[in-house]
């Protein structure tokens, strides 16, 4: 076997796990490669938080990429001299551009870049010697051991109303997104989570008239789920289920899917109380053409207006890894429970060849599981094992 690990991602997860590895494990990096389409590493991560406009993480300082849980607020006393605000309130939450600035550095402690195999892996397949992937520039590769560290940012979740091939319909985390008004426009953003709140405020700074569409009231959470879930409180509940189907419900109910964080919630009320967002709850049941613009028809008999319609409505449910996984699932009867999603070990073994990371994981780490905390408690349990 060529490699001893090959970590298929290379986002969040993908990049954390092979510092782990290279950091605590023993691994050389001449035996560890990372594929990933992007022209650079965190490339996925870097263009969804810059289109939705993010400022600031929801998750505190101590969730990042390299090794110690105190690296970030170290790497943050140098930009006391120079950035504002590098962190903020009770969690110290980094801002975006500080978190970016300490990933480059994880990235170049550990030489990652050029670990970086630039392209998709299309298929594989896994034995007991180790596991072979095909490439999409037609090359194969095998290693020892393989971490699927496949997250859902490549299957962003289309409304039955909303065209896929419209020129002014767009989701923002859609491929190749190239939908952001060039010129002063109406724009309805559709969604009631973090993201479509974040682009309404991003579209307000830059000019545009914004109404934003929400099937549900604002719900306010700090996280994207409860912290008790980051330790034993009910992660010791959780693991003694064994029941896959009943697992898949805590996890769905535990996630505050549609949710803001207090300063975000904050900042779109003051904007909405001056009347510079306009806020319309109700679920869309149609989109019509109206003169040169377009209409949204809501279940509330309301309709509004507008001249683009940007879609914030997060991501399919849907296991995601697409041709990959299911061609790694049949060549070695990999186990799933009835919801698509793998079942591993306590030590995230699909396989004795095969590991899993963030949404993979879901069933073993929980509602967690695809954060950067997930990313942690994923390469804690590698290292462990």
């Not at 693991?239 to 109910?253: A, H, Y």
């Amino acid at each position: 076997m060529g490699l001893d690990w090959l970590i298929i991602g290379g986002g969040i997860h993908g990049v954390h796990i092979a510092a782990r590895l290279l950091g605590e494990s023993g691994v050389t990096s001449e035996r560890l490669r990372i594929v990933d389409p992007g022209e650079r590493l965190l490339e996925r991560w870097r263009v969804c938080t810059e289109t939705v406009g993010m400022i600031r993480l929801r998750s505190p300082s101590v969730h990042h990429l390299d090794l110690s849980s105190g690296s970030l607020n170290q790497f943050a006393t140098k930009w006391r001299r120079r950035k504002r605000a590098p962190v903020a309130g009770s969690y110290a939450r980094p801002s975006l551009e500080l978190f970016n600035a300490h990933c480059d550095a994880v990235v170049e402690t550990f030489s990652l870049s050029d670990r970086h195999i630039r392209a998709r892996a299309t298929s594989g397949a896994v034995d007991h010697a180790g596991v072979e992937v095909e490439l999409s520039s037609g090359h194969r590769i095998a290693a020892r051991n393989i971490v699927l560290a496949i997250g859902a940012g490549e299957q962003p979740y289309w409304p039955n109303w909303a065209p896929q091939s419209h020129s002014r319909v767009h989701h923002v985390f859609e491929q190749g997104f190239d939908g952001w008004p060039s010129s002063r426009e109406t724009v309805a953003v559709v969604g009631g989570g973090i993201s479509a709140v974040q682009v309404a405020l991003r579209l307000l700074r830059e000019g545009h008239q914004v109404r934003l569409v929400s099937r549900h009231a604002l719900r306010e959470h700090r996280f994207d789920s409860e912290s008790g879930w980051l330790g034993p409180k009910y992660m010791r509940g959780f693991r003694r289920e064994r029941d896959f189907d009943r697992r898949r419900t805590l996890v769905n109910e535990a996630r505050y899917t549609g949710s803001v964080p207090p300063g975000v919630r904050l900042a779109l009320c003051r904007a909405v109380d001056r009347n510079q967002i306009g806020w319309h709850e109700g679920e869309v049941e149609a989109l019509e053409a109206h003169g040169d613009g377009l209409a949204l028809r809501l279940a509330t008999a309301e309709e509004l207006l507008a001249d683009r319609v940007l879609l914030a409505t997060g991501f399919s449910a849907v296991r995601p890894g697409g041709q990959l996984v299911d061609t790694l699932i049949d060549s070695a009867a990999l186990p799933c429970a009835r919801c698509g999603y793998p079942i591993v070990d306590s030590a995230l073994r699909w396989h004795p060849r095969v590991r899993v990371s963030g949404p993979l994981a879901d069933l073993e780490l929980g509602p967690v599981a695809r954060n950067i905390a997930g990313a942690r408690r994923a390469g804690d349990r590698l290292v462990a094992a």
